[in-house]
């Protein structure tokens, strides 16, 4: 999977959505590490480094 930008406010998208598990690509590891706790705080954060892995994550809501 490739990197996204915006990640920050798409977290902060989910959060106010009510969605409490979030699939982001491994490539944007460094950047999940770098944003702050208030954005992360209720929400799980999935790496996925293949679709496959984030299609289980997303069809069955748990990780794989």
Known sequence: MLPVAGLR???LAAKRA???TVVV???NADVV???PADVLEG???VEAGVVVEAAGVALR???E
Do not use: Q, S
Request: overall charge positive.
């Open 9 to 11: 406010e798409k977290c």
């Open 18 to 20: 009510g969605i409490a």
């Open 25 to 27: 690509p491994k490539a």
């Open 33 to 35: 590490a770098g944003l």
């Open 43 to 45: 929400l799980h954060v």
């Open 61 to 63: 809501g748990r990780e």
